[in-house]
């Protein structure tokens, strides 16, 4: 229909009727999940949701640091912290309700049939957090896109992400492995479990959370200041392609118009929109499952399957039940799937999908690294940049944000050794 005004921006006009045809294979797939168990369509819902909308803003944590370090200017950082926040009063209001209604947090029976939602993501802070968060904040940055942003680039067509992707779940397993290890050690055992709640009450947790992203993005603002004056910050959106940028027209509203298609599939969303959809997608995760968004879990178990076609068979009770179902059969698996049909889903409607493979030999070697790093720290650390630092912040635990300040130095390491000498890390725009 609109085949001229997409050719006009190099884009392809036959790739929407692909994600049409895919959507309905999707949404019948949906049907069949829910003949074997009704939350499996929510978890496929979920992943379209979050796969779309990170999609459309191209919207992630590893472009929260790299974007504030290269370009110097923090506007997807600053829409990481309101995501984050919203997320926590939306929480807020669902343990509560689950608190007074006598159920209790994970950490106290994980065995209790009426466990506050999110409580699952409350863990020991201690030094497999630290090594974890550090691993994987230096890997994420070595791939170019941390756990849902390696999904969402694989969906779009990203070679990277397929390099990426693969070594993180081969690594996955031994990460579990080595995460049961240092836990069980006595080092392991030094730490603490604190679920703010239980110590300052809701409101104490969610002022708490408040007034950290709240100086942190006061923090973001005084950088961008001292990067705008000397003349090395660049503008949010100067980096939008042509067709991204939304269209100006007289024209009329017309449902079948190019424009109308265009505002709808094709021009980019904002970081703050795309990321408050983000934040009521994870709530829905946590209403209709009763746990928090996770991803990694499910690559272990993966994991698990592939070292088993080689005979090595391992054995976590975190995986346990994955395991029993079936990959096909568990919510995790089923939303990851999610994440990657939306993003892709998003690129098809916008025409725009296509196989990226332009790096060279040793750019590869640098994502395998960041896919090993990742796969090693989400699992040591019990969790990504999901399960370990938005899941875990988001639900009033402490170790998430010690999982987030060794996320972020690991992320700065990464991006000072290998500034410059990876086509994915370019150098600081205030640097000659």
Known sequence: MFKKDMQKYHLHAYQPIIAIILLILVIIWGFYLNAKAAVLPMGLFAGLVFGYALTRGRAGFTGGICRLYN???????????????????????????????????????????????GTQNVRIANIATIIGGFLFGFGMVCAGGCASGTLTDFGEGEGRALVALIFFILAAAPGQWLGTVIDNSKIGKVGVTVWLPKYIGYSGAILVTVIVFGLLYICVRKYENVRKANHSAHEANDDWLEYEKPLTSDEPFKLNSWNTYHHLFIERWSFTRSLILVALGAAFV??????????????????????????????????????????????????????????????????????????????????ALGGLCMGLGSRIARGCNIGALYSSITNFSLHGYLFMLFLVLGAFSALHIFEGRVNIIPKRTDKK
């Open 71 to 117: 370009r110097g200017e923090g506007s997807l950082t600053k829409a990481l912290f309101l995501m984050i926040v919203v997320t926590a009063f939306i929480n807020l209001a669902i343990q509560w309700k689950a608190q007074i209604g006598g159920a209790i947090p994970a950490f106290v029976n994980p065995l209790s049939h009426h466990i506050i939602p």
């Open 286 to 367: 946590l209403i209709t499952t009763g746990k928090a968004w996770g991803i990694t879990t499910s690559f272990v178990a993966v994991d698990q399957k592939f070292l088993g076609l080689f005979g090595i068979h391992t054995a976590f009770k975190e995986t346990a039940k994955i395991m029993a179902s079936g990959l096909l059969f568990d919510n995790g698996t089923i939303r990851n799937i999610g994440i990657v049909l939306g993003s892709l889903i998003c690129f098809l409607l916008a025409g725009r999908f296509s196989f990226k493979f332009n790096f060279k030999f040793h750019d590869m070697c640098v994502y």
